[in-house]
DNA sequence: GTTGGTATCTGTGGA
DNA sequence: AGATACCAAC
């Protein structure tokens, strides 16, 4: 023990994931577990023990991890932390690849496409290629080529793999290749990256290694620290490994993760990284760490976390406890639709705040899909309660932000061809879709940049002489980029490329609006040039144009609130949550369909997935855990009747208050062999009491013990058989009829009060007994 | 090429 | 419901 300070604020598996500098170290870190406290004493450690700030590289997925991260760093060591290289894995290898990316062919001035620009050039492609747009689905290709991406997969691989074109051809969209392949030229035609290539051509970089660039930056990051591990994908991982596995390395990696908050499988990420990262470093003297006292809530959350992630095939096993108090019972809220979801929710936000005394800001409302937050905001406004939504549409996805930043990126790469094609023609100016198309096909055929080809286009003498100005224009714009700072630039650019000049002719209310988004922008440009270079690792001095762009690109609403004081009520999505932890969490819209989420339903991964997500979202509460359902609610215009979420029902009754919200729950479902040991861990003074009506009749959730139950392949079920469902526990099947996915087994469950269940085989798990 | 209206389609998450 | 695509008329 070295006596010092902030050691002394760590438990002892903590204390030893810190002293455990060198070497590859795995940390298994339960939600609550102070992972973060690990992480940057971990750094601070480091720095304190001689380890030069810029020979660390610590990567995390938001930026709001990071800058957590070295404020906290900054605490324990103080402006040398600034030295350390920490952020998201977008932005340090954003940063790594402007010194690089001319060794790659692209220019280091490239323009970072964010997924709207994405699925435009997408959407161009399939409209040249003359593909029915209801077939190809931008979305869906969008995401096939990130995955290919994320696996490196290339557009030719792609074409030789027979297993993805043959799923493709399943699809109906067997011209994906093609696409991928187009659209890989566009971007590299228009100097841009997308997100994944943000990673992609880091790793071909280092892959292809010109002028030693790969030694370099292995002798440079001595130590490596990952955080939210389970959230990497197969790219990001390769890039860790060629870092770190080299002949003569020391292997200094540390990675911190935990399987069961994994929520980003739908873009490609793999908890199988965690489990060949064990595997992987296994002969270089792994050691692996397990967090699992977990300080933010109480028992009885802890608990009925415990409980729900059970549900879930395969995790790395470990026990999540608490010694907060058992805490009060979970709240279930049953409305009718979701105006009454809305009502109810915030009319106990209300109540709670006086009993308890919370402020808003102790306060959040999370929900699965971002369009659900109108009626709480409703809702709330009513009451006078303020709040800040996070999430869905950011400022700089409005129309009017957009259009300048479309100007500002022309101005520092005019081969930017999303830019391009939103101003060329607006504010108007006389060139039309035809012209444009016009170019763009020149483009394509010639593999050049469309605003190298402006000129040479066949068109009439009047579109010839708009064409010329704009290209006059855009010119101006570009000198402009290389002199002024940012801001100067920005205000010139507005007034002469004429957009302050015609939101001021629209004088409706949300003309006035866009007037000030577009003033909000300008005054964002302002503050980053002025602000302090010392505060960031990420900003040199560099007050450029393009040091602006590059900075915002990979910046989402979440980040950039300064005013994130004050008292509010929060409401995000879970998937923003994560992270972040509530005294009071309400989590909403409970409902088969959308939580789970009907994307998810059709494997047994994806449903896997949404129950972390639930995981996730119940962690998050410190001591107040509130659900709600609305059994029908509007969603697309149209009035949808919802059943129950299976969640909810994965709840043990023991948990929850006694509200009859939940229909045959009336406490009666049989007697209990709850899955012994669970609960023994809380006999606890009970903190809350006050809210407990009734403490009889526990029913167990569980019958079987999920450690030893072993679903069997639902396609194997069959009439006569016997079987063992986690809930109902033993069971004979009397029919199965339906067919293929929508097999549904008869099942007479001796043990339970209503026996005889109707069940969807490909939702359920059984395992087969005789 | 532009304008203004109607038909159609979309159904998560986020750097 | 809200955005976008598409189409007819100027």
Redesign the pocket.
């Given at each position: 023990m070295t006596g010092k300070s902030y050691l002394d604020e760590l438990n002892e598996v903590q204390r030893k994931a810190v002293i455990q500098t060198d070497g590859p170290v795995l940390v298994v870190a339960g939600p609550g577990s102070g992972k973060t406290r690990v992480l940057t004493y971990r750094i601070a450690h480091l720095i304190e023990k001689g380890v030069a700030p810029w020979e660390i590289l610590a990567l995390t997925?938001?930026?709001k991890a990071a800058r957590e991260m070295k404020e906290r760093i900054e605490r324990v060591v103080g402006d040398a932390a600034n030295r350390v290289w920490a952020g998201?894995?977008?932005?340090i290898f954003a940063r790594i690849l402007r010194v690089e990316a001319e060794k790659i062919g692209y220019p280091s001035n490239f323009t970072i496409y964010?997924?709207d620009d994405s699925a435009s050039v997408i959407?161009a492609i399939i409209k040249e290629l003359n593909l029915d747009?209801?077939v190809y689905?931008t979305?869906a290709i969008r995401?096939r080529i990130?995955s290919a991406k994320s696996s490196l997969i290339t557009p030719r691989l792609y074409a030789e793999n027979e297993e993805l074109m043959e799923q493709d051809r399943m699809a109906k969209r067997q011209y994906t290749h093609v696409i991928y392949q187009k659209y890989t030229e566009r971007c590299k035609r228009s100097g841009a990256m997308d997100?994944?290539d943000l990673l992609y051509r880091l790793y071909e970089l280092i892959q292809q290694n010109p002028d030693g660039v790969l030694d370099k930056y292995r002798a440079r990051f001595k130590y490596v620290l990952v955080d939210e591990f389970q959230d990497t994908n197969h790219l990001q991982y390769a890039i860790i490994r060629k870092l770190v596995q080299f002949e003569g390395s020391p292997r200094n990696i540390c990675v911190v993760g935990d399987d069961a908050q994994s929520i980003y499988?739908?873009?490609g990420a793999t908890i199988q990284n965690i489990l060949d990262f064990e595997e992987d470093f296994q002969k270089y003297g792994i050691q692996v760490f397990k967090l699992e006292q977990n300080y933010r809530s109480t028992d009885q959350i802890v608990q009925a976390a415990n409980h729900v992630i059970a549900y879930n095939r395969r995790q790395i096993p470990k026990t999540i406890w608490s010694n907060k108090g058992v805490g009060h019972k979970i709240k279930v809220i049953k409305a009718l639709t979701d105006t009454e979801e809305g009502k109810r929710v915030v009319d106990t936000i209300v109540e709670q705040r006086n009993r308890y005394h919370l402020s808003n800001k102790e306060i959040a409302i999370l929900y699965?899909?971002?369009?659900q937050s109108r009626i709480f905001e409703e809702y709330l406004r009513r009451y006078n309660l303020p709040y800040r939504v996070f999430?869905?549409l950011s400022f700089y996805q409005r129309k009017e932000v957009k259009d300048l930043i479309a100007y500002l990126r022309l101005a520092v790469n005019p081969r930017d061809e999303e830019a391009l094609r939103r101003v060329i023609?607006y504010p108007?100016?006389?060139?039309?879709?035809?012209?444009v198309d016009k170019i763009s096909a020149a483009a394509g055929e010639a593999n050049q940049p469309m605003w190298e080809l402006l000129g040479t286009v066949d068109?009439g003498p009047r579109?010839h002489k708009a064409i010329a100005a704009f290209v006059r224009m855009i010119q101006s714009f570009m000198t402009l980029a290389q002199t002024g700072n940012a801001y100067e630039v920005a205000v010139t650019i507005a007034e002469r490329a004429g957009l302050i000049d015609t939101l001021k002719t629209d004088t409706t209310v949300e003309g006035l609006s866009r007037l000030e988004n577009l003033n909000a922008l300008l005054d964002g440009i302002k503050t980053f040039v002025e602000e302090d270079e010392s505060s960031e690792t990420t900003g040199q001095e560099d007050k450029s144009l393009a040091s602006y762009l590059q900075n915002i690109a990979?910046l989402?609403d979440?980040d950039n609130e300064e005013n994130s004081e004050g008292d509010y009520v929060t409401l995000?999505?879970v998937?923003?949550a994560k992270g972040l932890e509530f005294k009071s969490i309400f989590l909403v819209g409970m409902e088969e369909?959308l939580f789970p989420?009907?994307?998810?339903l059709d494997t047994p991964e994806g449903l896997d997935?949404e129950r972390r997500l639930f995981y996730v979202a119940i962690t998050r509460a410190e001591l107040f855990l509130t659900l709600s359902y609305a059994l029908s609610r509007?969603?697309?215009?149209q009035m949808?009747y919802n059943e129950i979420s299976r969640f909810l029902e994965e709840l043990p009754r023991e948990h929850l208050e006694s509200t009859g919200a939940l229909p045959g729950t009336s406490f009666g479902r049989g007697s209990s062999t709850a899955s012994a040991g669970r609960e023994s861990a809380s006999p606890g003074a009970s903190v809350s009491g006050n809210f407990q009506r009734r403490t009889t009749a526990q029913s167990a959730p569980l019958r079987v013990d999920p450690k030893t139950f072993s679903p069997s392949p639902s396609n194997q079920i069959q009439a006569g058989m016997k079987v063992l469902h986690l809930k109902f526990g033993e069971g004979k099947v009397i029919s199965v009829d339906g067919s293929q996915d929508n097999r549904v087994a008869t099942i007479h469950f001796s043990e339970i009060d209503s026996p005889e269940r109707r069940i969807m085989l490909k939702f359920a798990k059984l395992q087969i007994l005789t």
């Open positions: 997925f938001t930026n998201t894995f977008h932005a964010d997924s959407n747009k209801s689905n979305n995401s990130s997100f994944d499988a739908f873009r699965r899909t971002n369009a999430g869905g023609n108007k100016r006389a060139i039309g879709d035809t012209t068109v579109t990979l989402t979440f995000m999505s998937h923003s369909k989420s009907f994307m998810a997935e509007y969603r697309f215009g949808r």
